[in-house]
C-alpha cells in the first residue's frame, strides 16, 4: 500500500482555463456543474501524464471515477480566468485518491472550490478491478516529485 | 441517387425532453447550444432506428457532422417540455441531409427552431468518405414510411 | 432548527430523463458531471414546489450550492431512461442539506448514483446567510408529507 | 445601413482554449455543440469589448441569436489548443451578422470550423427589435480597424 502522504500540497498539474460565457447559469454565476469539469480536465492531465491513460486503448483499462466530494467558496463570473490544479493524495491497491484546487484570476487568486475524487482502476468490459502496477505508482511518485522543484506558480496552486 | 422527396414532413422521430434548470444563461433562457444538443438526440435516435449506426463499432463506419443551420425562434426557460423531431430531406451518395424541428409545450407546441444537419458517411479512421448502401437507403425509406402511419402526434411534430 | 429526519427516504420530487448521446463521453459512458447536472435539475424542481425559490427575482435571495457530493454506482450509457429524485435530508438555520437518488431503466431501476448536497439561503448580492423562514420550513414540511402518499412509484424512487 | 465589408477577413477578437477532455464524446472527437460554445465564447467577448452588451443589465436590451450556421472541417481531439476568432460580417438596422473560425493547434492551425451567426438587437422582456445606435456602430467598426494594426497573430486567425 503505497503512500504519497509526504508530497502532499504539491501541485503537479496545473491548468489555465478561460470561463466562457455560456457557463454561467441563470443566476450570472458558473454553473456548479462546471467546477466538476475542470476538476476532470486537471485529473486527465494528470493521467496523461503519469501514463495512467495508456492501457485505456489497448487493453480497455483505466480509471473510473467511485466518488467525488466538491466545497465551493466563490461565485464566479465571466470574464476570468481559472487555474485548475491537481494532486494525488493517496494511493491504494486499486484505487488513487486526488484533490483538485481552483483558483480565480478575478479574484487574486483565491481559492474558488476545493474537491477530491477516488478513481478506481477497472478493466471497462468487466468491471473488475485492476491493481496498481509498480510502474504507475512509480510514474505517479516521479510526477509529484518534479512538482517539488515546480517554484513558487505551481506551489502555490 | 435516391430521393425522399415525398416524405417530406413526416417526422419518424420523435422525442420529449424536459428543459433542465442549468440548460439556462445569464439570460435565463435556454443556451443556443442546447437546441443543438437536442437536434443531435434526435438525429441519433434515427440513425439507430434506420441502422445508420450499427457499423460504427464493428467497421468503424458512420456518419459525421459535416454542416448545421439552426434558425431560433422561440426564447425557452425551465421549466418546460419540449419536443424535437428528426426526418431525412435528401440523400447523396455519401451525404445525407436531415431537417430537425424543436416545438415547447409550454408555448403551446409552437416550432421553437428549426434546422438542417448535413451528414457524411466515413471511415472514422481515415475520414474516407463512404457510399451509403442500399441497406440503409431501405431502412431509411422504411422508417419514414413508417412515419406516414404514425398519426398526428407524429405527423404534427 | 427543524428537523425533517421521519421523512427520510421519502422521495416528494422523482423526474424522468431520456439519457441524450452527447452526454457520453469518450468511454462510451455518460460524463461523471451529467449526473450532477440531473440532480440539480430534481432539485430545482425540488425548489419549485417548496417556493424555495420565490423570492429569487423580488428580493434576490436563494439557495446557492456549497456542498456537494456523489456516489458513482453504475455506469450509464445512450439509449436508457434515468429516473432522479430529490428530497430533504436536514434543516438548518439557514442551510438545507438534500439526498438526490439516480436509478437507471436499463439496468432494472437499480440504483447508479446517489448524492448529497448541501445548500445555504443566502442574499446573492452580498453573499449574506438569510435564515430559512417558518413559511419556507412549513412548505419544505408539506412536501415530504405528501411524498409519504405518493404510493410505490415515488416510495421506491 | 452601415457596412463593414471593407473590414472583412479582420479579425478583432482572437481567443486561446484548451480543448477539456469532457468535451469529446463517445467517437473519441470533441463533440459538435462544443465548437457552437466556442463561437459564442468569441461573440460575447466582441460584445463586450465593443459595448454592445452595456445596456443588457441596465435596460434588458441586448443581441439574441437568431441564426447560427456552421461548416465543420476537422475532427478535435484531447489534448490541444483551439483557437477563436469572431468579426462582424454585415449590419442592418436591427441585426449584426458575424463571422467566426476555428484553428486548432494539433493540425498546424488548420481552419477546424468556420460559421456565420446572425443576431438581433432585442428589448429581451418584449421581443420587440431595437435598432443598433450610432454609438455601437461606431464602437464595432474601432473594433474592426484596431484589427487591422493587429498585426500577423490576429490577421491570420
Known amino acids: 500500500m503505497a503512500s504519497v502522504a509526504p508530497l502532499l500540497a504539491r501541485w503537479p498539474v496545473v491548468l489555465e482555463l478561460p470561463v466562457q460565457w455560456g457557463e454561467m447559469d441563470e443566476l450570472g454565476h458558473v454553473n456548479n456543474v462546471i467546477y466538476l469539469r475542470w476538476f476532470e480536465t486537471a485529473r486527465m492531465e494528470y493521467f496523461r501524464r503519469a501514463h495512467l491513460w495508456d492501457r485505456v486503448r489497448t487493453e ?60 478506481v482502476m477497472v478493466e471497462y468490459a468487466t468491471g473488475r478491478k485492476v491493481p496498481l502496477t509498480p510502474e504507475m505508482i512509480a510514474a505517479i511518485e516521479s510526477l509529484e516529485a518534479t512538482a517539488a522543484d515546480g517554484g513558487d506558480q505551481k506551489a502555490d496552486a
Not at 490544479?85 to 484570476?105: C, D, E, F, Q, Y
Open 60 to 119: 480497455g483499462i483505466g480509471p473510473i471515477l467511485a466518488r467525488s466530494t466538491i466545497d465551493y467558496r466563490l461565485a464566479l463570473s465571466f470574464p476570468d480566468d481559472v487555474r485548475v490544479a491537481a494532486t494525488v493524495l493517496k494511493l491504494g491497491n486499486t484505487s488513487i485518491t486526488m484533490g483538485m484546487r481552483l483558483r480565480s484570476r478575478k479574484h487574486d487568486r483565491a481559492i474558488a472550490a476545493e474537491g477530491e475524487a477516488v478513481l
